[in-house]
């Protein structure tokens, strides 16, 4: 299978991302020349205003909006930390360089802006993202990267130095960090049919090591625990851009279930944002009907887990019914179970045995 | 069998062999009470005429005496009304002789002090006092004296007439005494600064026995009206003082006797008084019994008509002058001053004037500092004991939105005809419900408008912020939309600055 998506995805993306800022700049401009306050409203992102959406299929913000005016006392700060976050994202987008949430909140210095501490500038990014409709990472601000990606994927740099470069995913056996240079890359070829999203390290190591990506022809992706949002935003491209269904694995859970379903719907935090989620993408195990009819090794639920199973079985997102039978399963056995327990029966049986079973039964 | 033997002791030797009580208790107690006492006869001399007051005082080291004490020679100069020479002897060479024992506000009430410390010097010293006098006619006279303390007299040792040819006027003190300066010198000090706080009229000079001059000011040549004699109230009068009007009374009868004799008595108040007391107008005042006296006195006590003491008598410092005084010696940010209306107590009428200074030079200390006068006095003793520091403490502060840690200092001011001392040492008040009451009103007035001055204060304060915050944020948001719009010119921004200044900053 080979494909070649058009070339002006990423750029036409940047374009349309300076636009926005510059016109949240005029806007401001505007305003201050006619001899107003400037202002902004968005929409609000208090916990009254995020529903779930299951048309989009994920969490959506309401109607409510939010009035940031300069001429309030207490807001003319943060709105000046909103233009400055603004001003300071089109030089970095437009100069092609990227930064993290860290960098923001030092840089902030060099303009005689001070931020009170690291949350206060992520909140003022997130608000920037609010006002835009886009997420950070396309106005280059990016978290610290702990993510990686592994398949027969031949990919294009369009950051500056590399462009037109391009590189297959197979080229290093620990796979390619997925930071600011692959998340700005184009799609050129792949072979692959597949993704598979793994939750820790290990089990992506012995799945490199057993050839998963060329015995089921897949892309391996590592989310290193919950999934940010590059990486979320990475697997919705290889879905949509190339149409590959994507299959989950993680621990056998509450928590790993949360991990591939963030994947899935995305989170409450992003829900002014879209194109994080993979609305298609499958969780594929560990399931607790999974540590039932394995007769895998098990550690019993303690407090916290059971009180987040309980959480989980009222969210909107987990509505469907193979989530309800396995958060009733998880709740009547007491017992979770980790990737690695596999290993009880040899180091290969989860990719001989487990894994086309489980992609048989989920696709 | 041991014989009993009885014998007169005269008044100089009862104050000789008990000092403590006017105050001379130690070296250092003893040399802070001779400077008082000796100032406030000057200063009560020049007010009697209503000159502002000129006082030299010196203390110079003239001799070792003790391990820690040592014989100093004072003197103190004055302008004011001087002595006429045939009472200069008494005045300061016999005990209990004087012209203070009348119903009348003034500083000293028993008439001891100045002699107290003339008597203290001679018994620690050996050597005689020198007073020089002129009421500013063509004389001054000199005297040279010492006290005859077993007969309570004075012995003139020398007198001498000199011409006025300046027509000087006034008074100079000079005697010798064993004290501590040392030990005495901060309360001697605070002494002078309180003394010039409460009498910012008067010049104050003091040179030390170290050869330090302090140097106290007047701010002003305004002075309140001299305090006057009055008569006694009816509600304060007992059997003596029944007697004694009895004896000299020119008037030979009940009615005309309760008219002349008694404070804010009428024809009407005393014809109603005799009626309730059912003594006859007409009776002569001479024939009463001593059983009858004592009824007297018990019925003027119950009798519940008799008019409030009028204080016109009293001669409070006043507001102005008060304010004056605390500014000059404190240099505050805020000075609140109130005088309360008059009031009485026991047949005495009193006058309370309370302040409060804050902020500029005074220091923070964690508490507050309390300044306490007594008829233009001030008390540096038994601080604690005191009504003011009683109300003070007792009040709730934190309603006039005054903290302790804040730089504040109280001052309380009573005058009256009778100041209501716990002890004879004159060093603190006693707890009257009367008094009490008005200290507490006065202190109250005081804090609310420290309270209205502190939120002023703080408003105009909070205002320079809001408006600090949009001068530096407004011309940010102006630079950074420039830049980012692409713009080449920023946005006029002035009039928005403008429009966020309210009015009144």
């Keep these: 299978m080979e494909r070649r998506k058009q070339k002006s995805v990423i750029i036409e993306r940047k374009k349309e991302v300076l636009a926005s800022l510059e016109k949240f700049g005029l806007k401001t401009y505007d305003q201050l020349d006619r001899g107003y306050f400037p202002s902004i409203e968005m929409p609000s992102r208090s916990t009254e205003n995020i529903c779930y959406d299951p048309q989009a299929r994920q969490y959506i913000l309401g109607d409510r909006k939010v009035r940031r005016n300069a001429r309030n006392i207490r807001h003319i700060r943060p709105f000046t930390q909103l233009v400055w976050t603004a001003l300071f994202s089109h030089e970095l987008t437009s100069q092609r360089k990227t930064s993290t949430l860290r960098d923001v909140y030092y840089s902030a210095q060099a303009y005689e802006m001070k931020f009170k501490d690291q949350q206060e500038s992520n909140n003022i990014i997130t608000d920037l993202e609010t006002v835009l409709g886009l997420s950070r990472e396309d106005f280059n601000i990016f978290p610290e990267e702990r993510s990686a990606v592994f398949g027969d994927l031949t990919i294009e740099y369009t950051v500056p130095g590399y462009e037109g470069k391009t590189l297959n995913l197979t080229s290093h056996p620990d796979g390619v960090m997925i930071g600011p240079a692959l998340t700005s890359s184009e799609f050129v070829k792949t072979t692959a049919d597949k993704v598979i999203a793994i939750e820790k390290g290990g089990l992506f190591t012995r799945f490199v090591e057993e050839n998963v990506h060329k015995k089921f022809n897949a892309v391996l992706v590592l989310t290193s625990g919950q999934a940010p949002r590059a990486t979320r935003h990475f697997i919705r491209r290889l879905n949509r851009e190339l149409e590959l269904p994507a299959y989950i694995f993680t621990d056998g859970d509450p928590w790993g279930m949360h991990i591939a379903m963030v994947i899935i719907s995305g989170s409450a935090n992003a829900a002014h944002l879209r194109e994080l989620t993979t609305p298609d993408a499958k969780w594929s195990g560990v399931w607790a009907t999974d540590i039932v009819d394995y007769k895998l090794p098990t550690d019993p639920l303690d407090e916290v887990d059971i009180k987040r199973l309980y959480e989980l079985q009222r969210d909107p997102r987990y509505k469907d019914a193979l989530w309800q039978r396995e958060i009733k399963t998880f709740l009547k056995i007491r017992r979770k179970a980790e990737q690695e327990a596999f290993s009880r029966y040899g180091l290969t049986y989860i990719v001989d045995e487990y894994l086309p079973a489980k992609l048989e039964g989920t696709s | 069998m041991a014989r009993t033997t009885f014998e007169e002791i005269s008044a100089a030797d009862f104050f000789y062999r008990n000092r403590e009580i006017a105050g001379f208790t130690n070296p250092s107690r003893a040399i802070f009470a001779a400077v008082r006492e000796l100032i406030e006869n000057s200063l009560d001399a020049a007010e009697t005429l209503k000159i502002p007051p000129d006082i030299y005082v010196r203390l110079s080291f003239a001799d070792e005496a003790g391990l820690e004490t040592g014989v100093y020679t004072l003197r103190v100069e004055d302008n004011g009304i001087g002595i006429l020479p045939r009472h200069i002897p008494s005045a300061f060479g016999q005990v209990l002789y004087g012209s203070k024992y009348k119903p009348k506000q003034q500083r000293g009430t028993f008439g001891l002090g100045g002699k107290m410390a003339i008597l203290y010097g001679q018994i620690t010293t050996h050597q005689p006092a020198r007073i020089i006098s002129s009421t500013g006619m063509s004389k001054i006279y000199a005297y040279k004296l010492r006290i005859d303390i077993q007969r309570n007299r004075p012995l003139i040792l020398d007198r001498k007439v000199l011409i006025n040819k300046e027509r000087w006027r006034g008074t100079i003190v000079q005697f010798s005494l064993e004290g501590d ?325």
């Design chain 2, 181 to 505: 300066y040392g030990r005495a010198m901060p309360k001697i000090l605070e002494y002078f600064k309180q003394t010039a706080m409460v009498n910012p009229y008067a010049n104050l000079t003091f040179v030390d026995p170290k050869g330090r001059l302090y140097k106290f000011t007047r701010v002003t040549e305004e002075m309140p009206d001299p305090p006057r004699e009055t008569l006694p109230h009816p509600y304060g009068v007992d059997v003596e003082l029944l007697q004694r009007l009895i004896q000299v009374t020119p008037f030979r009868s009940m009615l005309e006797f309760m008219k002349n004799h008694f404070h804010r008595v009428g024809e009407i108040t005393a014809n109603k008084f005799l009626k309730f007391s059912n003594i006859s107008p007409s009776k002569n005042p001479k024939k009463l019994s001593h059983g009858e006296v004592v009824r007297l006195m018990r019925m003027l006590k119950k009798f519940g008509e008799f008019l409030p003491p009028d204080a016109s008598c009293l001669s409070p410092l006043g507001e102005e002058l008060l304010r004056a005084g605390i500014s000059k010696e404190l240099k505050p940010e805020f000075v609140a001053v109130r005088q309360r209306r008059p009031s009485a107590y026991a047949g005495h009428p009193f006058i309370v004037e309370a302040a409060v200074a804050y902020g500029g030079e005074i220091p923070r200390r964690g508490s507050f500092l309390i300044h306490r006068f007594a008829n233009r006095i001030p008390l540096l003793y038994d601080e604690a004991s005191d009504v003011s520091t009683i109300v003070m403490n007792n009040m709730n502060w934190r309603r006039y939105k005054v903290t302790p840690d804040m730089p504040i200092v109280i001052a309380v001011h009573i005058c009256s005809t009778k100041i209501p001392y716990k002890t004879v040492g004159k060093e603190f008040i006693a707890d009257r419900p009367e008094v009490r009451r008005e200290i507490a009103n006065g202190l109250r007035e005081v804090a609310r408008r420290l309270q209205r001055f502190l939120t002023r204060k703080e408003h105009a304060h909070t205002e320079q912020k809001r408006l600090d915050i949009f001068t530096r944020y407004l011309p940010k948001i102006a630079k950074f939309s420039t830049q980012l719009a692409g713009k080449d010119k920023s946005p006029d921004i002035k009039r928005l600055l403008r429009s966020v200044k309210r009015f009144g900053t």
